[in-house]
């Protein structure tokens, strides 16, 4: 079965700050990665997707990596900004539909 | 931007009764998802359907759900006698299709909505 797990739970960083988010997965047979943001009771955004074949994304201040021998992704946010307050999840993708997701990790950028 | 669109935004409904949960996926797309969330607990995918059938579900998805995608615009997720454990937030998604047979577009997710049964 598979695991995604994220670390931390929760960060809070000054405004700035570059930051990064952790995502471990425990299926080496992976189609695609993809990061979200979560903001409170809204839906999730697409940030980047990350294709097997491929070892970063990068879009605007987001660049997100994965390492598929190690089962690890990271996403790194640069020069952070109280904008970018929001629960980020990563989701791995092996059977070609279902995406397993994290349980996310809460961010705060503090003014 | 092109964007899923979920009705109604928060459904009520007392247990028992059957409830259907409404989706626009994006116009093009061609793959349809649901997932939910249980408050405080991770999103969990439900069902895909892609030409007009089920391509996967989760063990999460048994007799008492359906999906239904009725004319070229609406994709529904129907319960058909909710439990107090069906309470959760119920996303639905889509993605465009690739010249492969599989496609490596990102799922696109509507705001979701929240059921509630009492």
């Known amino acids: 079965k598979q695991e995604v797990t994220q670390i931390p739970a929760a960060l809070s960083v000054p405004e700035g700050e570059n930051l990064v988010l952790n995502c471990s997965f425990t299926?080496?047979?992976?189609?695609?990665l993809q990061w979200f943001r979560q903001d409170p009771g809204k839906g999730l955004t697409s940030l980047l997707l990350?294709?097997?074949?491929?070892r970063e994304q990068t879009s605007g201040r987001l660049n997100a990596s994965l390492d598929k021998s190690s089962g690890r992704s990271t996403l790194y946010i640069a020069a952070s900004q109280p904008g970018d307050s929001a629960t980020y999840l990563c989701?791995?993708?092996?059977?070609?539909?279902?995406?397993?997701f994290g349980e996310g990790t809460q961010l705060t950028v503090n003014p | 931007e092109p964007e899923v669109t979920q009705t109604p935004s928060h459904q009520v409904t007392q247990m028992g009764q059957e409830v259907i949960l409404r989706c626009v996926p994006i116009?093009?797309?061609?793959?349809f998802y649901w997932y939910r969330q249980i408050l405080g607990q991770k999103v969990e995918f439900l069902v895909s359907?892609?030409?007009?059938?089920?391509?996967?579900k989760s063990e999460i998805f048994d007799d008492q759900f359906s999906v239904e995608r009725p004319d070229g615009s609406n994709f529904t997720l129907k319960i058909r006698s909710t439990k107090l454990e069906d309470s959760a937030m119920y996303f639905c998604?889509?993605?465009?299709?690739?010249?492969?047979?599989?496609?490596?577009?990102?799922?696109?997710f509507g705001d979701g909505t929240r059921l509630s049964i009492l």
């Open positions: 998604a889509s993605r465009e299709r690739d010249r492969g047979l599989y496609s490596n577009q990102p799922q696109h």
């Open positions: 299926d080496s047979a992976i189609y695609n």
């Open positions: 990350i294709q097997s074949s491929q």
């Open positions: 989701a791995e993708e092996t059977s070609g539909s279902r995406l397993t």
């Open positions: 116009s093009n797309h061609l793959y």
């Open positions: 359907f892609y030409n007009n059938e089920i391509s996967e």
